[in-house]
């Protein structure tokens, strides 16, 4: 499985992004998918995921503001994030888990939120 994350940007605060994670490879192994983001100087921390079957759940700081979806007849996950604040600032990385592995990363996009 490999994991592309794309559509971060540079948005005011209040304002809506959406990035997309592609998929490729053997993804009817995935049983989670999940975002992950890393401000600078800080560890990476979780922000939300969804199981093969469409149980979600989110960290604390973005429930409410942040949905996570997947279509997998696109083979595509997405994190729609609404309320964007400064502290959002982070790269944002997706992540699967596999029958095989533990853990896949995609490479990261970059969100930058404005005050």
């Known amino acids: 499985v490999q994991l592309q994350a794309v559509g971060g940007g540079l948005v005011q605060a209040g304002g809506s992004l959406r990035p997309s994670c592609a998929v490729s490879?053997?993804?009817?192994?995935?049983?989670?998918l999940g975002w992950y983001r890393q401000a600078p100087g800080k560890q990476r921390e979780y922000v939300a995921g969804?199981?093969?079957?469409?149980?979600?759940g989110y960290a604390d700081s973005v429930k409410g503001r942040f949905t996570i979806s997947r279509d997998k007849a696109k083979n595509t996950m997405y994190l729609q994030m609404n309320g964007l604040k400064p502290e959002d600032t982070a790269v944002y990385f997706c992540?699967?888990?596999?029958?095989?592995?533990?853990?896949?990363w995609g490479h990261g996009t970059q969100v930058t939120v404005s005050s």
């Open positions: 992540k699967a888990v596999t029958v095989f592995s533990s853990g896949t």
């Open positions: 490879g053997s993804s009817f192994t995935i049983n989670w």
């Open positions: 969804i199981t093969s079957v469409g149980t979600t």
